[in-house]
């Protein structure tokens, strides 16, 4: 059974940092692009960031950029994010996610639909 497990989540001050992982079981992550994605509360499930199976392609939200890193180690089928200067704002629940597809990743990076298999997702809170 294919399964990705997001872990590293937590409470942290405003400006801290945490890094995330996805791991995946079940499938060859060599495959697949990766992306991470995160619900604010009251507010609908938005891209924060994708890389590609081969890692050539790094995409993120504007909203992040600058601030967020994300990376992947196959040998150990993880995926990171590691989130610095973190801000009230990031605080939401993060979800990663894997796409067999890779055509057009920059024109369908946020298309959910896109995306084959969903963790179950690890709470971030940035206090102010």
């Known amino acids: 059974q294919s399964q990705l497990v997001e872990s590293g989540g937590g409470l942290v001050q405003s400006g801290g940092s945490l890094r995330l992982s996805c791991a995946a079981s079940g499938l060859n992550l060599d495959y697949y692009a990766i992306g991470w994605f995160r619900r604010a509360p009251g507010k609908e499930r938005e891209g924060v960031a994708c890389?590609?199976?081969?890692?050539?392609?790094?995409i993120y939200a504007d909203s992040v950029k600058g601030r967020f890193t994300i990376s992947r180690d196959n040998a150990k089928s993880t995926v990171y994010l590691q989130m610095n200067s973190l801000e009230p704002a990031d605080t939401g629940v993060y979800y990663c996610?894997?796409?067999?597809?890779?055509?057009?990743?920059?024109?369908?990076?946020?298309?959910?639909?896109?995306?084959?298999?969903w963790g179950q997702g690890t709470q971030v809170t940035v206090s102010s």
């Open positions: 996610a894997s796409r067999l597809s890779e055509v057009a990743l920059y024109g369908s990076t946020w298309s959910e639909g896109l995306y084959e298999h």
């Open positions: 890389i590609s199976s081969s890692s050539d392609r790094l």
